[in-house]
T-cell receptor
């Protein structure tokens, strides 16, 4: 079992819709959780981080964490074509461990 | 601030050749990291340096060595390149524990 698992996609949503990206992790000792966005050929850039159970909102982005279910998600409201990218989930337990990423396409 | 810089951007090597990938950060961060990214595998940690003068193995250290030259610079060396080391290499740095990592632009390496 991989330490951090994501559906590779591609996930396709129409412009203006809500995109939902999911991530599960195996280590219950995981302390902090991050979502990165990576455009093709570019380096990852941080979108959000979350430490506590519940929701955390930042503009159009909402991160949700459920430690009991070992599940973290990212919701993107009012999706735009510029949101088309690969989204990486990362979990810190000592080192940072990354998922393989979910490719999101937002169609105009 | 340039953030995290990496050189070179692209490199083609023949099997058995050696090379050093350079990384520098100007954010006064203590921790620095080297990752490789392969299709379908995500980012995998090769080596990291929690502070100047220390280095530790990550998930996939075989075939690599590192040097933390000073607080700013962290280099990754391939002594005898193999085709399996064809990948995109990212350097990253982090300030205080708990903060996020900031990534460099990456080095695309092809080993023939």
């Amino acid at each position: 079992q991989k330490e951090v698992e994501q559906n590779s996609g591609p996930l396709s949503v129409p412009e203006g819709a809500i995109a939902s990206l999911n991530c599960t992790y195996s280590d219950r000792g995981s302390q902090s959780f991050f979502w990165y966005r990576q455009y093709s050929g570019k380096s990852p850039e941080l979108i959000m981080f979350i430490y506590s159970n519940g929701d955390k909102e930042d503009g159009r982005f909402t991160a949700q964490l459920n430690k009991a279910s070992q599940y973290v998600s990212l919701l993107i409201r009012d999706s735009q074509p510029s949101d088309s990218a690969t989204y990486l989930c990362a979990v810190r337990v000592g080192d940072m461990r990354f998922g393989a990423g979910t490719r999101l396409t937002v169609k105009p | 601030n340039a953030g995290v810089t990496q050189t070179p951007k692209f490199q083609v090597l023949k099997t058995g050749q050696s090379m050093t990938l350079q990384c520098a950060q100007d954010m006064n961060h203590n921790s620095m990291y080297w990752y490789r990214q392969d299709p379908g595998m995500g980012l995998r940690l090769i080596y990291y340096s929690a502070s100047e003068g220390t280095t530790d193995k990550g998930e996939v250290p075989n075939g690599y060595n590192v040097s933390r030259l000073n607080k700013r610079e962290f280099s990754l060396r391939l002594e005898s390149a193999a085709p399996s080391q064809t990948s995109v290499y990212f350097c990253a740095s982090r300030g205080v524990p708990g903060e996020t990592q900031y990534f460099g632009p990456g080095t695309r390496l092809l080993v023939l």
